[in-house]
């Protein structure tokens, strides 16, 4: 079965500490993966997909097949980057996005 | 510039109500278009997507439908509200054929909160 889990629901750093969310995924064909971020009072919004292999706003993400996962790093935090952050899995075969319950990442000064 | 407008942005109905909730988008053609219900603790949940006028796909059984009346027009609707209807409904297009190019562009959202 199609699949994203996200394990975390609440994460908690301080400026300047180095933050990872996590994000696994199943799927048995070839995957497409996208971060997503809301921020508060804004829209949902895309945030990274792996195909580009950018960094957006100091965030990387890279796809690990051996390990179905999609971790979203930033190597120093910040407050703005507070936010509702979501990982999707787009499951070509129907055409639909796959997503996690989502991470809240609170960046404490 | 591609532009997506939801409304209303809040609204509180009673039980038993009827809904509707619009969504237009602005400066594409033909674009994918898909009703959301995001919820605590339960992340989004796909209701309805369609990929031209008058197709609709149902995600899940509910109490809500969902038409297209014009190409760049989404309506969210139902009958008789439940309580647990209640919740954040996002309104999100990608440009058709999208397939793996796909990004979703979402709406600012509408809270509903039935009584």
């Known amino acids: 079965a199609q699949r994203v889990t996200q394990p975390e629901k609440l994460l908690s750093v301080f400026k300047g500490a180095p933050v990872e969310l996590k994000c696994n995924y199943s799927?048995?064909?070839?995957?497409?993966l996208f971060w997503y971020v809301q921020y508060s009072r804004q829209r949902l919004q895309l945030l990274l997909r792996?195909?580009?292999?950018?960094s957006i706003k100091g965030f990387t993400a890279d796809l690990n097949k051996g390990e179905t996962s999609f971790h979203l790093k930033k190597p120093f935090a910040q407050e703005e980057d507070s936010a509702m952050y979501y990982c999707?899995?787009?499951?070509?075969?129907?055409?639909?996005?796959?997503w996690g319950l989502g991470t809240s990442l609170a960046v404490n000064p | 510039s591609q532009t997506i407008h939801q409304w209303p942005a809040t609204l509180v109905q009673p039980v038993g109500s009827p809904l509707s909730l619009e969504c237009t988008v602005e400066?594409?053609?033909?674009?994918?278009l898909y009703w959301y219900r995001q919820a605590a603790g339960r992340g989004l949940q796909l209701l309805f997507y369609s990929v031209g006028i008058g197709q609709i796909s149902s995600e899940v059984p509910q109490n809500l439908s969902a038409s297209r009346p014009q190409d760049r027009q989404f309506i969210l609707s139902s009958k008789k509200l439940l309580l647990s209807d209640s919740g954040f409904y996002l309104c999100?297009?990608?440009?058709?054929?999208?397939?793996?190019?796909?990004?979703?562009?979402f709406g600012n959202g509408t809270r509903l909160t039935v009584t």
């Open positions: 792996h195909i580009s292999r950018e």
């Open positions: 400066g594409t053609s033909n674009p994918n």
């Open positions: 799927y048995s064909g070839s995957p497409e």
């Open positions: 999707a899995l787009f499951a070509g075969n129907n055409r639909k996005l796959i």
């Open positions: 999100a297009w990608s440009v058709l054929g999208s397939g793996f190019n796909l990004p979703l562009h």
